[in-house]
């Protein structure tokens, strides 16, 4: 079974900026749509971004749009999620997901993705 680890969270200012990211054990990731979602305490789970198999499709919460992008790096099966200009509102725990099921989209619903990490806990303040 696909297993999923997160890194790169932490504490950071607002303004700030981090990279989390996202490796597969056993699996290769790049066969997998992988989606980014995150959950702040008293919250529902949101979606934050997502990236395709092939053609580079990706998809971002227009709360985060033009402050963070996802990408991917097969070589070292990884996704990363670069996140600038961090604000207080994004403090939650960041989840990797894969979706064994799409190739050439992602989607934002956490109900099409088989695999979860454990999460990475994300803190912005001052």
């Known amino acids: 079974q696909l297993q999923l680890v997160e890194s790169g969270g932490g504490l950071v200012q607002p303004g700030g900026s981090l990279r989390l990211s996202c490796t597969a054990s056993?699996?290769?990731?790049?066969?997998?749509?992988v989606g980014w979602f995150r959950q702040a305490p008293g919250k529902e789970r949101e979606g934050v971004s997502c990236?395709?198999?092939?053609?580079?499709?990706?998809n971002y919460a227009d709360t985060v749009k033009g402050r963070f992008t996802i990408s991917r790096d097969n070589a070292k099966n990884t996704v990363y999620l670069q996140m600038n200009s961090l604000k207080p509102e994004d403090t939650a725990v960041y989840y990797c997901t894969a979706d064994p099921t799409r190739v050439a989209e992602c989607l934002m619903t956490g109900a099409s993705y088989h695999y979860w990490g454990q999460g990475t806990q994300v803190t912005v303040a001052s």
């Open positions: 056993r699996f290769t990731l790049d066969v997998y749509a």
């Open positions: 990236i395709s198999v092939i053609g580079g499709m990706s």
